[in-house]
């Protein structure tokens, strides 16, 4: 996950940007599935989440990616961005511990 601070007349540029890192993604070895959110109660703030097969498809596709990045860097929040799944539950299924 990478968290951006995005002023408001910027935020369908910056949908757009985020779109074509996604879609950059999408298509590296070892994606899973990704999304673009934004905070229901501070709009300014939007994440970039991603799912890969692990720790190691998800560095080289940000090195992959970097340069289509590149133009969001000022609006990153700077905090750790990859996160190890240890617990998951959903709708209508087992619960399986993970790890």
Do not use: H
């Not at 990616?65 to 087992?94: Q, W």
């Amino acid at each position: 996950m990478i968290r951006y601070s995005v002023p408001n007349g910027q935020a369908e540029e910056f949908l757009g940007q985020t779109r074509d890192i996604l879609d950059l993604l999408a298509g590296q070895p070892g994606f899973l599935r990704g999304q673009v959110g934004r905070s229901v109660d501070e709009p300014v703030l939007w994440a970039l989440v991603s799912e890969w097969e692990g720790a190691g498809f998800y560095r080289r596709a940000l090195s992959a990616a970097r340069m289509v990045m590149y133009p969001l860097m000022t609006l990153m929040i700077n905090e750790p961005g990859a996160f190890e799944a240890v617990y998951r539950s959903e709708a209508d299924a087992p619960s399986p511990k993970l790890g």
